[in-house]
């Protein structure tokens, strides 16, 4: 009977500490401010030739591990899984900064959770800059 | 009731724990593994002599001999993207799920797997920079998410068989071949 009293006081509180924001949250919810996102997750290369850079941003992506679930020329976005005993998911957008450059973009998730630590996004900039032959620069 | 709070934080702790804290991606996940060139190697072949949209083309043919669906395309970036679903039974672990069930421990076994190709051809250069004509590299990446009797994933991998992508080039040469007879 204790035993059951346990188990049941342990699931009630862990329903009210759980349970008191409902999971559609999850929708809108960020664990960073956008500038903050952005400061790593985005570098911009002096070039504007953006099938040139989706073409390179996909053979990174393959270097990488990665299969490409989609590409889009025109909206200049590619999406790619990594499966290796755990699944990360990757979205890299490439658009036109100004008259002379490209703004490159990636957002990634591992597993269920958004990747907001800069290490791994620093990775994926130096793999592409490499393949680019080009500098990743850093946008304010 | 008071001796129930210690364990009960315990317990929720724990529940946040799993629920949480494992969840830190893989240092290297988006590093450049040492045999990231070794993998390209294996992974590309070079194709000479046939156009960009023929080469998919070709490419499509292949991947629809091996009982592919085309799931996504873009040819102005020379992707596609393919999957089938397949049965994963293995004669070893179905020996394995009986011997275990006569000894009164059923066992789940892989059931079912979902394979996933991307194929992505690019120009290929030439020592100066420009594109060499009628020259293509292409590279297929392939992984797999296996799931078992009892519906849980027990495999999610890419497939790095040497085999594998040395008999997929050798049907894309044969397509490719007949893509240009035909003409």
């Known amino acids: 009977m204790i035993r059951l009293k346990h188990a049941a006081m342990a699931i009630s ?7 008191c924001a ?11 401010s956008a500038v903050a996102l952005r400061s790593f997750q985005q570098r911009a290369f002096d070039t504007t030739d953006m099938e040139k850079t989706l073409r390179t941003v996909i053979a990174t992506l393959q270097d990488l591990s990665f299969v490409v679930d989609k590409a889009d020329l025109d909206l200049g976005t590619v999406s790619a899984t990594k499966l290796s005993g755990y699944q990360v998911r990757i979205t890299v957008t490439v658009r036109p900064r100004g008259a002379a450059q490209l703004l490159v973009r ?31 620069q850093q946008v304010d | 009731m008071r001796r129930c709070q210690p364990a009960c934080a315990g317990i929720v702790a724990l529940g946040l724990t799993v629920l949480g804290g494992c969840a830190t991606i893989p240092q290297d996940a988006l590093q450049l593994a ?9 992974q590309t ?8 949209k023929r080469l998919l083309a ?37 020996v394995a799920a009986i011997a275990l069930g006569m000894l009164g421990a059923p066992t789940s076994i892989d059931k079912t797997q979902k394979i ?9 250069l030439a020592a100066d920079g420009t594109p ?3 020259s293509h590299l292409i590279r297929i990446t392939i992984q797999r998410v296996v799931r078992n009797t009892g519906d849980q994933i027990t495999r999610i991998e890419s497939i790095e068989e040497p085999k594998i992508y040395q008999e997929f080039f050798e049907r894309l040469s044969k397509s490719i071949f007949l893509e240009v007879q035909s003409i």
Not at chain 2, 34 to 42: G, K, T
């Open chain 2, 116 to 124: 996933r190709v991307s194929l992505v051809t690019r120009p290929a």
């Open chain 1, 106 to 136: 990636a957002n990634a998730q591992y597993m269920d959770k958004a990747i907001e630590d800069p290490k791994p996004y620093q990775d994926f900039f130096a793999a592409l800059e490499k393949a680019m032959f080009l500098t990743a």
């Open chain 1, 22 to 32: 409902p999971s559609t949250e999850a929708v809108l919810e960020t664990g960073k």
């Open chain 1, 13 to 19: 509180c862990a329903a009210v500490l759980a349970g």
């Open chain 2, 132 to 134: 060499r004509p009628d």
């Open chain 2, 45 to 52: 072949r070079r194709i000479d002599g046939i156009d960009e």
């Open chain 2, 58 to 94: 070709a490419a499509a043919g292949v991947l629809q001999d091996l009982g592919f669906n085309i799931d996504e395309s873009e040819t102005k970036l020379g992707v596609i993207v393919a999957s089938k679903d397949r049965s994963a039974f293995t004669a070893s672990q179905v």
């Open chain 2, 34 to 42: 040492p045999d990231s060139l070794e993998r390209r190697q294996m």
